[in-house]
């Protein structure tokens, strides 16, 4: 399994961008970068996942680096609801997810 | 549409019993995932199966086993339970292997097992 950097935790302030960095590089080509998220009390969230190009959904934007050494999850306007465990993962086909410590993100109002 | 569904969601057994969980996946998807969440430990994957067959399997002891059914209902079986097994257990699903856009896996709200 490809090994994950990510910060312990990170603060953001309402309706600003939130830009959370994962270094993952020991990755290999066939790996999916994955990017889960966990609210209290819940179960964790699929928020988006891509491979080479930047990808974009109506949750978040993911920015991976040309050497896919690292990659970036782009929240555009932080809310309340976004405050959460953050989790990078990188997985090759049918493997299990496995899930570091991630970045716990606080928004403040 | 209905979300993964685990039941119960909190359970209480003493040392040495044995407990089953259970997990419905999406209507439709066939993968169903298991995962055990501590605070010491994280999130530890436990395992998957895919179609009644296991696929994966993360490093537990014998005692954790599971199973999956023709409807890919899946139940998680823990025996000669531990203090150290106390944890929220997770399930999910995926769509992986429908012929459809693959949306990540979808979590239960777990089970929070206790033992005393």
């Known amino acids: 399994d490809a090994k994950t950097t990510q910060p312990n935790s990170m603060e953001s302030n309402e309706e600003e961008p939130v830009h959370l960095p994962c270094n993952h590089s020991t990755i290999s080509g066939t790996d999916y970068i994955h990017w889960y998220r966990q609210l209290p009390s819940q179960g964790p969230e699929y928020v988006i996942h891509?491979?080479?190009s930047n990808v974009n959904n109506r949750m978040a934007s993911l920015a991976i680096a040309e050497d896919r050494k690292s990659s970036t999850l782009i929240l555009h306007r932080a809310t309340l609801r976004d405050a959460a465990v953050y989790y990078c993962i990188p997985r090759s086909g049918n493997t299990p997810l496995v899930f570091g410590k991630g970045t716990r993100l606080s928004v403040i109002a | 549409k209905a979300g993964v569904t685990q039941t119960p969601r909190y359970l209480i057994k003493t040392r040495g019993q044995q407990v089953t969980l259970s997990c419905s996946p999406i209507?439709?998807?066939?993968?169903v995932s298991w995962y055990q969440q501590t605070p010491g430990q994280g999130l530890q994957f436990l395992f998957e199966y895919f179609s009644e067959t296991q696929r994966n399997k993360g490093n537990f002891p014998g005692r954790f086993s599971g199973r999956q059914f023709s409807n890919s209902r899946s139940e998680m079986n823990v025996s000669t339970l531990e203090l150290g097994d106390s944890a929220l257990y997770l399930c999910?699903?995926?769509?992986?292997?429908?012929?459809?856009?693959?949306?990540?896996?979808?979590f239960g709200s777990g089970t929070r097992l206790t033992v005393v």
């Open positions: 891509g491979l080479t």
């Open positions: 209507s439709g998807h066939r993968s």
């Open positions: 999910a699903s995926s769509n992986e292997g429908t012929g459809r856009k693959w949306r990540g896996y979808t």
